[in-house]
C-alpha cells in the first residue's frame, strides 16, 4: 500500500462482540484517521487522532496511538450486523500533509 | 450539504473511447482529490488538487487526464484506457490540502465512486 499495513486483514465476529483492527505506518505523522467503507461504496470518515494524542473515543468507537511504535488500534465495542464492512487507516505527516494515504485495510464480518 | 457527488456511477467504456468522470462539492472545500481502487485493495492516491491547481500526480499514466474547472469541480478525463484500468474511481475533498498547515488537517469525504469497466 502507500501508506503501511493493518491486521488482521480480515476478521469475523459475533454480534455483541468487540472487534479489533491495527493499523501501522511508516513515517511521522501528525494525525491519524480511521474510515470505513462499505462493499463498492465510497469512504465514510469514523475518527480523527492527533499524534499528541493517545486516546480517543466516539460513540462505540476507541482509537489508540502510540507514535512510538508507529501503530494504531481501533475497537469497535458490542458490534452490530451493520459494522460489517472494510476500515482503513490513513496518515497526514508533517512534509506532506494531507495526502491521506491509506493502509492496506481490515475487513470486518459481524455475524448475526 | 456535506456530500461529494460523482458521476456516472457506472461507466462501460471501449479501449478507443474518451470519457469523463466528474465530481462536485459544495462545502468550500479547497482540496479535492482522485484515487483508483481495485477490488480487496485500499485506495491509491492518483492526483491532488489544492487551490484549483495540481498538486500531486502519483506518476500516473497519461491516459489519465485531471482538470479542475473551479473550486467545486474536479473531473478525469480517460483516453485509450487499459482493461486493467477497470477499478472504482473514487473523488475525495478536504477542508485542507497538501501543503497546507497540517495542524489543522481534516477528514476527507468521499463520494460513493464510480464502477468503471473497460472493455
Known amino acids: 500500500s502507500q501508506q503501511g499495513e493493518e491486521d488482521p486483514q480480515a476478521l469475523s465476529i459475533q454480534e455483541g462482540e468487540n472487534a479489533t483492527m491495527n493499523c501501522s505506518y511508516k513515517t511521522s505523522i501528525n494525525n491519524l484517521q480511521w474510515y470505513r467503507q462499505n462493499s463498492g461504496r465510497g469512504l465514510v470518515h469514523l475518527i480523527l487522532?492527533?499524534?499528541?494524542?493517545r486516546e480517543k473515543h466516539s460513540g462505540r468507537l476507541r482509537v489508540t496511538l502510540d507514535t512510538s511504535k508507529k501503530s494504531s488500534s481501533l475497537l469497535i465495542t458490542a458490534s452490530r450486523a451493520a459494522d460489517t464492512a472494510s476500515y482503513f487507516c490513513?496518515?497526514?505527516?508533517?512534509?506532506?500533509?494531507?495526502?491521506?494515504?491509506f493502509g492496506t485495510g481490515t475487513s470486518l464480518t459481524v455475524i448475526p | 450539504d456535506t456530500e461529494v457527488t460523482q458521476t456516472p456511477k457506472h461507466l462501460v467504456m471501449g479501449m478507443t473511447n474518451k470519457k469523463s468522470l466528474k465530481c462536485e462539492q459544495h462545502m468550500g472545500h479547497r482540496a479535492m482529490y482522485w484515487y483508483k481502487q481495485k477490488a480487496k485493495k485500499p485506495p491509491e492516491l492518483m492526483f491532488v488538487?489544492?487551490?484549483?491547481?495540481?498538486?500531486i500526480n502519483e506518476s500516473v499514466p497519461s491516459r489519465f487526464s485531471p482538470e479542475c474547472p473551479n473550486s467545486s469541480l474536479l473531473n478525469l478525463h480517460l483516453h485509450a484506457l487499459q482493461p486493467e484500468d477497470s477499478a472504482l474511481y473514487l473523488c475525495?475533498?478536504?477542508?485542507?490540502?497538501?501543503?497546507?498547515?497540517?495542524?489543522?488537517?481534516?477528514?476527507?469525504?468521499f463520494g460513493q465512486g464510480t464502477r468503471l469497466t473497460v472493455v
Open positions: 490513513a496518515t497526514a505527516n508533517s512534509n506532506t500533509g494531507n495526502q491521506f494515504y
Open positions: 488538487y489544492s487551490y484549483e491547481k495540481l498538486s
Open positions: 487522532i492527533r499524534s499528541n494524542e
Open positions: 475525495a475533498s478536504s477542508r485542507q490540502g497538501p501543503r497546507d498547515r497540517v495542524t489543522l488537517s481534516s477528514e476527507a469525504f
